[in-house]
């Protein structure tokens, strides 16, 4: 899993406090790269001179990955660089970058409009700075700390990684929720720096060379450490990506792939990534729900069993062997418990799956061509936002997944086609039957569950109807074994909806009868839509739709676990 750092700095640095500036930007990514070992360390860059090269340079000196963003076409960026030397420069970092995305031009302009000075130019640097804080994990900013007024100055680029406002590009008007949640898109690692003009120096109260996080915190908005939120967002993207490599093998070869190999040149590049992720996320989903589900069903079955004891214990008879069996199912289920607390099965599994599912609309939706109508939003930005923030990890992973697809949309009748084909499908292939299947084994199970009701009721009455009628006569011999009956039907029934309720059986009943009604009238919307366009709007009215779900999924699940004292309550 590769670990985004974005750069955004002046071009005009001091050329004494360069030495010191390359040496902080040394420290910050060869400590990323201690720290987080199982990444792949990516600097992400759109190689304007001064603090774009200098990072550059130093993250190929270190082994890292470079990734160059161009705000136009290569031709025009051109322009930028004055002499042969920062040309020749220039061209030597592309050569040596590993991937090099040149963004189409910014709505409204065109190749007139930003080939010379001027506000349609700046509009070009504004979109890099947007996609680069879009698309990083972290923001590196070599910055004297003024914001500025200029469309797309490194000021500005910090001001929208923090408050998601660039005023002339990504306006108030269309600015979303995200000013106002707090999330995982705001770190900053700020680097002060002069400029080599007049009035340059730092910001008040700044001093040239220090360095610290910068964040949206309330109370320490800037810190020599790594904020607390953001350590543990790291960590949980680290883990993902450990748990990848340690099954990598299985992974490739039991995995489902959302496309198979012939369909692939029906698809826009940049795609895979998504694809790759996708298959990773799904796997180790399934592998930890597998877990999950054994955990239960056994803890289930045990507290059954010391409910079993309880009764045995105290109307067949005081044997003390019985409390014992008691405390030892109780000890085994609380043991297993423990160990699927601290491997963090049931917190992956939900993790993971919502993760696919997220990918899964990513995926379909750049495929298809999708577009967002606010010019400064991407997929993952849909997703999650006003949930806990720790699970800001899950739109981490994706907001890097998507990179290539976002960096130039394409659209085609076949990839259209090919979207609607095996996303929605029918009622035997895709999401259509995904849920009808789905919905139909949850609605078996709780059949299930009201027909081991009704029985424990039928039986627990024909006991009390049997001791009505001829209990003063009775004998232990046959007046035991039907208490022990009753209660062991009332236990059954009881803890068969405990583990109704653990895997929320009635809940996901009505999630997946949505679910199917969703995708069958966006299916009916596509069938009778105009042109291309307007299926694309549905689609992705159809994928907000469906992100939504997968959030009230997770969260729905997240309390549902058996502890310690669950299980004692159910087996006492």
């Known amino acids: 899993m590769p670990l985004v750092v974005a750069v955004t700095g002046h071009r005009d640095l001091v050329a004494s406090e360069v030495p010191e500036i390359r040496l902080r930007v040394k420290t910050l990514l060869s400590d990323l790269a201690k720290r987080f070992p199982s990444r792949r360390l990516t600097v992400m860059s759109a190689l304007a001179e001064g603090a774009d090269q200098l990072v550059a340079e130093v993250a190929l000196e270190l082994g890292a990955d470079l990734t160059v963003t161009l705000p136009m076409p290569r031709a025009l960026y051109l ?18 970058a590993r991937t090099v995305f040149e963004l189409p031009l910014a709505e409204g302009n065109s190749v007139e409009d930003v080939s010379k000075p001027g506000q349609a130019r700046n509009r070009e640097y504004a979109q890099v700075g947007v996609f680069l804080c879009a698309h990083c994990h972290i923001l590196l900013a070599i910055w004297d700390g003024k914001t500025g007024t200029e469309l797309g100055g490194t000021g500005q680029v910090v001001k929208f990684h923090h408050d998601d406002i660039m005023p002339g590009y990504a306006n108030r008007s269309v600015a979303t929720q995200q000013m106002l949640v707090d999330d995982e898109s705001d770190l900053v690692y700020h680097i002060v720096c002069s400029r080599d003009r007049e009035h340059g120096e730092p910001a008040p109260g700044l001093t040239p060379l220090d360095a610290f996080w910068f964040t949206k915190d309330q109370h320490e908005p800037r810190s020599r450490e790594l904020p607390k939120q953001h350590k543990l967002i790291f960590a949980r993207s680290d883990e993902f990506s450990r748990d990848a490599a340690g099954h990598a093998k299985k992974i490739s070869d039991e995995s489902y792939p959302l496309y198979q190999a012939e369909q692939r040149d029906q698809l826009p590049p940049g795609v895979d990534s998504i694809n790759h992720l996708f298959c990773i996320a799904d796997w180790l989903a399934i592998h930890y729900q597998k877990k999950v589900l054994l955990t239960l069903r056994t803890t289930h079955v045990l507290a059954f069993l010391m409910g079993l004891m309880f009764i045995l214990y ?33 917190r992956k599994y939900l993790d993971y799956r919502t993760l696919a599912e997220g990918l899964r609309v990513q995926f379909y939706w750049a495929v298809a061509g999708v577009g967002n109508q606010n010019n400064s939003k991407f997929a993952h930005d849909n997703f999650l936002q006003t949930q806990d923030p720790e699970l800001g990890w899950i739109r981490n992973i994706m907001r890097v997944a998507g990179t290539e697809c976002d960096a130039k949309r394409e659209t085609s009748k076949a990839a259209l086609e090919f979207v609607v084909r095996e996303w929605i ?12 299947k789905k919905s139909s084994e949850r609605i078996r199970r709780n059949r299930f569950t009201e027909r081991l009701g009704q029985l424990s009721l039928l039986i627990s009455v024909a006991v009390v109807v049997v001791f009505l009628a001829i209990g003063s006569t009775m004998s232990d011999t046959w007046a035991n074994p039907l208490t022990v009956l009753m209660g062991a039907m009332l236990l059954l029934f009881g803890i068969r909806q405990g583990y109704a309720y653990a895997t929320a059986e009635k809940d996901l009943i009505k999630q997946y009868e949505f679910m199917q009604r969703l995708f069958k009238n966006a299916w009916r919307r596509l069938e009778s839509a105009s042109d291309d366009e ?11 739709s469906a992100l939504d779900e997968h959030a009230e999924w997770i969260l729905m699940h997240r309390d549902r676990t058996v502890d310690s004292g669950e299980i004692w309550r159910m087996g006492s």
């Open 79 to 96: 322009q930028d660089f004055e002499t042969a030397e920062a040309r020749d420069r220039f061209a030597a970092l592309c050569d040596r």
């Open 314 to 346: 105290n109307d067949v008879g005081r044997f003390t062997h019985f409390m014992t069996l008691f405390l030892l199912f109780f000890g085994l289920s609380a043991g297993i418990q423990k160990i699927a607390a601290r491997q963090g099965w049931h």
């Open 425 to 436: 499908g029918d009622e035997n292939s895709g999401q259509l039957a995904y849920f009808a």
């Open 534 to 544: 307007e299926q694309r709007l549905i689609l992705r009215a159809l994928g907000g």
